[in-house]
């Protein structure tokens, strides 16, 4: 922090309310400083300075989201987030509001004392307020994180006035106003647990109290053995199969003709897969998430293998819509999303260069070659003339943006596609960066988004790459995108349960 107030305005004249208060937090600060509580004359000061900048708070984030898991992961950037609020509505707007001196040190032994005082004025603390604002944006999207995290944000706002730099008082004020701004947070950007997918449509199940009759094909190139087997002593009497990503479709196939309940470990395109034979099999699915996007999986409500454990002891589940694509003698299905366009081609490109120099730089060098090229990857016939495309995106339900967040569906079953066109034109770059920015807004020279439960496309490129649920494929002639209304039925603990 900077010295941004000047530290020699006059005091207001008197008002017992208001002085009998400045009396009771001074006599605390006073009562505080005589206090030798055990290790805290060694640990509190050093805990103090660590909090410097929000360093102490940028490594918890950096931990927290280490654990790898969707939920610590939104948990330490909801921290963060509320941390950068709360420290920029102290730094420019608090402190110059209260021009309060800092407390004579006096009273604090010497080996309390910081070796570099503050120089800001003292109302109210930004130590607090980021200790507060980064606990409580933890705990409101992970609790369990929030409590490990609690303790910490408390012994910090402590140290404050245990080295003498900081009244009761500013502690007090500075942890509301952190905490106020996590919720303020909240309120651009819902929490996952405040945005849950609509319990309906319910349908019977059955409850596999210890998972007998549960047989559970995991992907072994996912790494996914640790949640699986997480859940295996969840339910014990599971049948576990864990294969390569070749041998996915037979083993998918041996596990449905025995199964009660087909369980399935990976990421989208093996629960696409895994999908595909629960329908022809009319059996539940179980999806545990376990690849690097799980976008079906999160967007259900099934984040860990707990999650899965619980709904199928206790026989919870719904039914969700499934999105089908057809062209000629050949179709498939998608349970997120299908594309045609510029993405299948990045997609594709992307696979190339990846066994060389990993997925990220793929992803750029794709980016790059696709967006440089001098043509449009798809010719589509609207009303009788034919359109160039840069990107046609179908998503198996309504995608919605929450706050700042990127968008996510709510509800599954919803009976519609949620179709999002990029037409053709110079410029690709900036086109697609244009439809991104508009989000789901239609009246854009770039962009249309129309909702439909079918829809139909003529005179489609000869070999167009089509890409669903992270595969690609190549289609072309007419090609025809439908909804399945409820047609899969997937375990998943309900609201309240």
């Known amino acids: 922090m900077s010295p941004d107030v ?181 309120g651009l950007v819902p929490t996952r647990a405040r945005q849950v997918p609509p319990a309906r449509p319910r349908t019977d199940v059955p409850a596999l109290t210890e998972g007998d009759g549960l047989i559970v094909v995991a992907n072994r190139a996912a790494g996914t ?76 409500g099934v984040e860990s293998e707990r999650d899965v454990g619980r709904a199928v002891q206790r026989g919870e589940a719904v039914r969700v819509d499934v999105g089908r694509f057809r062209s000629g003698a050949q179709e498939g299905l998608f349970l997120n999303t299908c594309s045609l366009g510029v993405y299948p081609e990045l997609v594709r490109e992307r696979d190339r260069f990846a066994p060389r120099i990993g997925d990220w730089p793929a992803g750029v060098v794709a980016a790059l070659r696709v967006l440089r090229r001098d043509r449009h990857p798809l010719q589509a016939e609207v009303a009788g003339r034919s359109h160039p495309l840069w990107l046609l995106f179908a998503g198996n339900g309504t995608y919605h943006r929450l706050g700042l967040a990127p968008a996510r569906r709510l509800n599954l079953a919803d009976g519609v596609l949620d179709v999002r066109v990029v037409h053709g034109g110079r410029r690709p770059a900036l086109r697609l960066l244009a439809a991104a920015v508009a989000g789901p807004l239609t009246r854009s020279p770039a962009h249309a988004a129309v909702q439909v439960g079918r829809l139909r496309l003529t005179g489609v490129t000869p070999g167009a790459l089509l890409a669903f649920d992270g595969e690609v494929t190549e289609v072309g002639g007419e090609v025809t995108l439908e909804k399945l209304p409820e047609a899969l039925t997937v375990y998943r603990p309900l609201a309240g349960s």
């Open 225 to 300: 053995s640790e949640r699986v087997h997480a859940l295996l002593d969840l339910l014990p009497r599971a049948e576990l199969v864990e294969c390569e990503p070749a041998d996915m479709a037979a083993e998918l196939n041996k596990a449905a003709a025995r199964a009660r309940v087909l369980g399935v470990c990976g990421g989208d395109g093996t629960v696409n897969a895994a999908a595909e034979v629960a329908l022809r099999h009319d059996l539940p699915l179980a999806v545990v998430p376990g690849g690097t996007l799980n976008h079906f999986a999160l967007d259900l």
């Open 6 to 186: 000047d530290l020699t305005v006059l005091k207001p004249g008197r008002h017992a309310l208001r002085d009998r208060f400045l009396s009771l937090d001074s006599r605390l600060f006073e009562f505080a400083a005589e206090q030798h509580w055990p290790y805290a004359q060694r640990i509190l000061p050093r805990l103090s300075r660590s909090a410097n900048h929000g360093l102490l708070w940028f490594a918890a984030g950096a931990a927290i989201a280490a654990s790898r898991t969707p939920r610590a992961r939104r948990a330490a950037v909801r921290g963060l987030a509320s941390l950068s609020l709360a420290s920029l509505t102290i730094n420019t707007v608090g402190k110059r509001s209260v021009r309060r001196t800092r407390p004579t040190l006096d009273p604090v032994p010497l080996v309390r004392q910081l070796k570099r005082q503050p120089i800001t004025t003292s109302f109210p603390s930004g130590h607090a307020a980021s200790a507060a604002a980064f606990a409580t944006g933890v705990a409101l999207e992970s609790p369990a994180w929030g409590l490990a995290v609690a303790p910490i944000a408390w012994s910090v706002a402590l140290s404050r006035v245990y080295t003498g730099v900081h009244f009761p008082s500013d502690v007090l004020a500075g942890a509301a106003l952190g905490a106020g701004a996590a919720f303020a947070v909240r």
